[in-house]
């Protein structure tokens, strides 16, 4: 394998016209179908409940739905639970739904509640933004000292083209977003910017061969060399991250998707992405 | 081997021998999230209102009545701090009850006791059922008398309201039971002379509690029912009332009993909230979350199933895919997650749910530096170089990869512990020492080991 010779470079825009499209694609999931933000950004009660024998969903709506003034999520969470989530957040609202619960089911236990007012929830939104763009600029800053100017643009339009999929992704399936999202989707920029470095750096090494070389060549030298070490470790930290989504439990689900999705694409990225980018730039020269 | 070879084995040694112990001594000294361990965590958030404004030392005020209160509830290891400058943490582990738990903390307790001028009198009668009639016109009859009460009631508490602004320092505050409505006059006493409030049930047996004034108490108690002798004294707690006997007597000595409608637990509570007095400050829950403890335990188990598997598929892949090699890998993963663990407790961080995932993460990427390493040293191997100097370049040239990108991920890492609160926090935590062990644990532990490797002989680069 190793000794094998790919020439990733030559289809560099059927690449980047694929990742362009799923960016684009994602953005208009974003526009019109949105996030389902969970109460950790919009503020509500989560209430999660189990039972002997689980009722079907569309009986405990009932139960509830003269209850909450307005629609109240539910949805079934591991063997025996249910979560209801809605976007009333006093303790009042949460209190009537448990007694309702609990006068028409004998079976019933609550296993966890969580309320979050409006105030926290929107801190929330504005640390994630602040946060995700701290360590961007961050990043920047540290790959400009390390490597160029060029290799930290470069490398950090593919963390944004990740975490635009992720999010495409997650609005796609209506997964619920919560605050362990923002863990995942940094993870994510750490991942990814991880492999690009790494096939970065083997360019940086090869940098002195660029005048007789030419940097598509270049480049793809650079990424053969480095072709055994991506897919060893993109298997590596692809299985931990498989068995969370399947061992991980519900209340991990939409953190191991996330990282799933973000792991993919990430490489992808940086494979493609990152050193399309650069064989443009620097052939416009 | 060298001075820096053998400098390099004491330090692997040293440090490994020294996190196996600091670890096994330690090891109730990881603090488990309440979201594994369950236990209410709240937050609350001071509000100014005219009665009651912010000033500077509110939160502090606030800070020990709760502390006082859950002390007094008996929780182990609460946590209750401050957050910011109006906000206050409190976090319950392992308790059992949260609502209760909530009611407790998150009321405000101001108790006082006032003359009764006026009231609406009565309750609210119950609605009239068809059933309970034999016709439809008496039903309906009883209907529109019912709807004339309601209406007249609610005039009276109307009444009730106007009469109170031309009443200087009185209120209108309505009953427990709905319905009733008194017009209270100023206050003859507060809860701030109380020394003490105990659960006591009365002659009759219901539930109640009794309390023992201060001095000043005592005798502002004693002219208030001296005063009002066959009147009603109402007892107030946070503006709704709670009882209002009929003075039948003055009561001197400084003791009294309140009766209303609790339970048990309620007369407990009630009892600890007028002991450590009442919140200086208007609260309201900002967020609140509680996770019961199966839950929680749950939650433990899926993790760690998902990391034993992960961690599995891992040791397997690196050792069919490098060998023996692999198992230099593999150790040094072990190595990579004992210092995980000794880092937690010596930072006194706190394991949570995204915590864990983000050590089983790490588990996938900190083999990426043996991948690194040993690609490298097959590189330079097949430039012609003997094993020995192939693993010295190797590790040479892997290390400055190694340290650009596990800087950059750091970056991220330390983003999220800086600027996240709570479990993302948590989770910063464990991805940053996950980082930094592994680094460790590529660069010097598996150089130690792939040293002892060479040093009987092995061939250490396939050909």
Redesign the interface.
């Known amino acids: 394998m190793?000794r094998l010779q790919f020439d990733f470079m030559s289809h560099r825009k059927i690449a980047l016209t694929i990742s362009l499209v799923l960016v684009i694609a994602s953005i208009g999931l974003l526009l019109t179908r949105g996030l389902n933000l969970g109460i950790d950004f919009t503020g509500g009660n989560v209430i999660?409940v189990?039972f002997e024998n689980r009722p079907e969903i569309n009986g405990v709506r009932s139960v509830i739905s003269g209850i909450v003034a307005r629609e109240a999520m539910i949805q079934n969470f591991?063997e025996k639970?249910i979560i209801i989530r809605t976007n009333e957040d006093t303790?009042e609202s949460r209190?009537a739904v448990v007694k309702a619960l609990q006068s028409n089911y004998a079976d019933v236990?609550?296993?966890?509640?969580?309320?979050?007012?409006p105030?926290?929830g929107g801190e929330?939104r504005r640390?994630a933004i602040?946060?995700v763009s701290?360590?961007l600029v961050?990043?920047l800053i540290?790959?400009t000292l390390?490597f160029q100017f060029r290799f930290a643009v470069v490398s950090v339009v593919p963390l944004v083209h990740d975490v635009i999929i992720a999010l495409g992704f997650f609005s796609l399936t209506q997964m619920e977003i919560g605050?362990?999202f923002?863990?995942a989707i940094?993870?994510i920029?750490?991942?990814s910017?991880?492999n690009t470095?790494?096939i970065l750096?083997?360019v940086r090494?090869n940098w002195s061969t660029l005048s007789r070389e030419g940097i598509v060549n270049l480049v793809n030298k650079s990424l053969n060399?480095?072709l055994?070490?991506t897919i060893?470790?993109t298997?590596?930290?692809?299985?931990?991250?498989?068995?969370?989504c399947?061992?991980?439990?519900p209340?991990?689900m939409a953190?191991?998707y996330a990282?799933l999705v973000g792991m993919i694409a990430g490489t992808w990225s940086s494979m493609f992405v990152a050193t399309g980018l650069l064989c443009e730039w620097q052939g416009k020269k | 081997m060298n001075r820096t070879d053998k400098l390099r084995f004491w330090l692997v040694f040293i440090v490994i021998a020294g996190a196996l112990c600091y670890a096994y001594y330690e090891r109730n000294g990881l603090n488990l999230g309440l979201d594994l361990k369950g236990g209410a965590h709240i937050v609350l958030q001071a509000k100014d209102t005219p009665e009651n404004p912010l000033r500077d030392d509110s939160i502090d005020r606030l800070l020990a009545v709760l502390r006082n209160r859950v002390d007094q509830y008996g929780v182990a290891e609460p946590i209750i701090q401050k957050s910011g400058t109006d906000r206050i943490i409190v976090d319950l582990p392992g308790i059992q009850d949260p609502a209760a738990a909530l009611e407790l903390i998150g009321r405000t307790a101001q108790m006082d006791f006032r003359e009764v001028i006026d009231s609406t009198g009565r309750n609210i009668p119950v609605e009239p059922q068809r059933r309970n009639y034999d016709s439809d016109i008496q039903f309906v009859n009883a209907q529109e008398r019912w709807r004339e009460e309601v209406a007249r009631l609610s005039n009276a508490s109307a009444d009730l309201v106007a009469r109170s602004r031309n009443t200087a320092g009185s209120i209108v505050a309505p009953a427990e039971e709905p319905g009733t409505f008194y017009l209270l006059g100023s206050v003859l006493l507060s809860g701030k002379d109380l020394v003490n409030a105990e659960v006591a049930p009365d002659s009759l047996g219901r539930m109640g509690v009794s309390l023992e004034f201060n001095s000043e108490g005592a005798r502002l108690f004693e002219n208030a029912t001296a005063r009002l002798v066959g009147k009603q004294l109402a007892i107030v707690l946070d503006n709704v009332v709670i009882s209002a006997p009929v003075v039948q007597d003055r009561i001197a000595g400084g003791r009294a009993q309140i009766t209303g409608r609790f339970t048990a637990d309620e007369a407990g509570r009630l009892a600890i909230m007028l002991k450590a007095g009442a919140l200086p400050v208007a609260v309201e829950i900002a967020e609140n979350r509680s996770v019961g403890p199966s839950l929680g335990a749950d939650s433990v188990r899926q993790g760690l199933e998902a990391g034993l598997f992960g961690a599995g598929m891992v040791l397997v892949f690196m050792l069919l895919y490098y060998q023996f090699r692999g198992l230099a890998a593999d150790l040094a993963l072990a190595v990579t997650v004992l210092l995980i663990f000794a880092g937690l407790i010596a930072f006194n961080a706190t394991l949570t749910l995204p915590g864990i995932a983000g050590i089983i993460l790490t588990l996938g990427m900190a083999v990426d530096g043996n991948v690194l390493i040993y690609e490298r040293i097959r590189e330079e191997r097949d430039s012609g170089k003997t094993p020995r100097a192939a693993l010295d370049s190797g590790f040479r040239k892997a290390l400055v990869t190694i340290l650009d990108s596990n800087i950059t991920t750091l970056i991220a890492a330390l983003v999220l512990f800086y600027f996240g609160s709570g479990s993302v926090r948590g989770f910063g935590v464990t991805l940053s020492v996950g980082l930094v062990a592994s680094v460790f644990a590529n660069i010097v532990v598996t150089r130690a080991i792939l040293q002892l490797f060479v040093k009987s002989g092995k061939e250490i680069v396939r050909k």
């Open positions: 190793s999660q189990e591991g639970g303790e209190e236990k609550v296993t966890g509640f969580e309320k979050v007012g105030v926290v929330l640390q602040i946060g701290i360590a961050a990043i540290y790959i390390r605050s362990s923002i863990a940094l993870t920029v750490g991942y910017l991880n470095i790494i750096d083997r090494e060399q480095t055994a070490r060893n470790t298997l590596t930290t692809l299985f931990p991250v498989i068995a969370l399947v061992w991980g439990g209340v991990l953190f191991s990282m």
